[in-house]
T-cell receptor, first 113, second 112 residues
Framework: EDQVTQSPEALRLQEGESSSLNCSYTVSGLRGLFWYRQDPGKGPEFLFTLYSAGEEKEKERLKATLTKKESFLHITAPKPEDSATYLC??????????????FGEGTQLTVNP | NAGVTQTPKFQVLKTGQSMTLQCAQD?????MYWYRQDPGMGLRLIYY???????DKGEVPNGYNVSRLNKREFSLRLESAAPSQTSVYFC???????????FGSGTRLTVV
């Protein structure tokens, strides 16, 4: 069974204070690891897909990295508008399971001005 | 572009009542999904449709049925609602397995 564990559950930062969120996964043959952002009362919004260990992707103040066991979402000099819940998801295996994502519970990030 | 549209946004049902949650996407995506989101449980897949004409069970399908009406529309039906089905329901679509999902804004369902 595919498992995704995110830590910490909640993180409070001061504006400009850089940090990282962690996503550990156990899957049978990773096809892709996805990061989403979710604002209160809204659906998740797609950020990145990572496919293989060593891969990195960046978007504004966010950078996602991938190893064989975990992914990190690095937030550099965050702003209050970066406050949201960040979700990690994995896609594994083949056949019909290849269309399905398994999500972690998320990290709730609060950035104070 | 509207993206993924879900209706209704809020609903209160009595135990035993039935209802259908509607979902439509205008991006010509092949795959569509229904998830539920509960505190402490994360997003869990209920059913999905990899392409028009096909549907498959996800992690938590009991108590639900789905219909892929056409390429645009994917509905979720609760035949006899139970309090355990109180949740936020999200519909999503994607172009294929390696593309990110586009989510709707959710339906907040309370079963009393």
């Amino acid at each position: 069974e595919d498992q995704v564990t995110q830590s910490p559950e909640a993180l409070r930062l001061q504006e400009g204070e850089s940090s990282s969120l962690n996503c550990s996964y156990t899957v049978s043959g990773l096809r892709g690891l996805f990061w989403y952002r979710q604002d209160p009362g809204k659906g998740p919004e797609f950020l990145f897909t990572l496919y293989s260990a060593g891969e990195e992707k960046e978007k504004e103040r966010l950078k996602a990295t991938l190893t064989k066991k975990e992914s990190f979402l690095h937030i550099t000099a965050p702003k209050p508008e970066d406050s949201a819940t960040y979700l990690c998801a994995v896609q594994a295996g083949g056949g019909t399971s290849g269309s399905r994502l398994t999500f972690g519970e998320g990290t709730q990030l609060t950035v104070n001005p | 572009n509207a993206g993924v549209t879900q209706t209704p946004k809020f609903q209160v049902l009595k135990t035993g009542q039935s209802m259908t949650l509607q979902c439509a996407q205008d991006m010509n995506h092949n795959s569509m999904y229904w998830y539920r989101q509960d505190p402490g449980m994360g997003l869990r897949l209920i059913y999905y449709s990899a392409s028009e004409g096909t549907t498959d069970k996800g992690e938590v399908p009991n108590g639900y049925n789905v219909s892929r009406l056409n390429k645009r529309e994917f509905s979720l039906r609760l035949e006899s609602a139970a309090p355990s089905q109180t949740s936020v329901y999200f519909c999503a679509s994607s172009e294929g397995w390696n593309y990110g999902y586009t989510f709707g804004s959710g339906t907040r369902l309370t079963v009393v």
